[in-house]
């Protein structure tokens, strides 16, 4: 083994969109790779404090995160790029589309798959960096991405992982094993 210093590899890290409304109504959408699930009804995004997405938080609390597929991967991609304190019209450039959330004071991007709809619970500001806790409202679904009983199939999502050591993405939907099973003959010994 070789040591590589201090770095935050990990993989995979998650591509999620997190999509706010700036205060004159227009949609903002910035991805992110750093949260994720923190408990059965909330997840905690840790983000840097001069981000747009930042300030409509604290406006609007309330937020969507959103699952991309890969074929919306050049349109998630530019939103992590593109600021919009430099570039306002960042989501009009996409040619994406949103609808208002029912349930909180957010928007939802209609292509993408899967989206938690999400208020504010806290902001934690701490030395490391801004952490936000949203409690989970209500989880949408394209019927597309459903198996036979309504659940989401994980490999219909055609979601992609970030691999921050190359700064590539990678798709991820081919099944490989089943939780708490595959490994279960190992119990027995």
């Not at 590589?4 to 990990?10: E, H, N």
């Not at 989880?139 to 597309?144: H, I, Q, T």
């Not at 219909?156 to 081919?174: I, T, V, W």
Request: hydrophobic residues 40%; aromatic residues 8%; proline residues 4%.
């Amino acid at each position: 083994m070789k040591d590589l210093g201090v770095k935050p590899y990990l993989y995979p890290m998650p591509t999620y969109m997190i999509s706010t409304y700036n205060e004159d109504g227009s949609v903002d959408s910035m991805m992110m790779a750093w949260g994720g699930i923190c408990a059965e009804d909330m997840v905690a995004l840790n983000l840097e404090a001069s981000h747009k997405t930042v300030a409509n938080l604290r406006a609007r609390g309330a937020f969507t995160l959103s699952v991309p597929g890969t074929d919306t991967l050049a349109e998630s991609d530019f939103m992590g790029i593109a600021s919009a304190n430099d570039t306002p019209d960042k989501f009009a450039r996409t040619g994406l589309h949103a609808v208002k959330s029912s349930r909180v004071d957010a928007p939802v991007i209609t292509e993408y798959p899967l989206t938690l709809e999400c208020t504010v619970e806290r902001f934690e500001d701490e030395p490391y960096g801004l952490r936000v806790l949203g409690r989970i409202q209500n989880v949408m679904a394209d019927e597309k991405v459903l198996d036979e009983l309504g659940r989401v199939d994980a490999g219909k999502l055609n979601a992609f992982a970030f691999d921050q050591m190359r700064n590539g993405y990678y798709a991820c939907n081919e099944k490989v094993g089943q939780a708490w099973k595959s490994g279960a003959g190992l119990l027995k010994k």
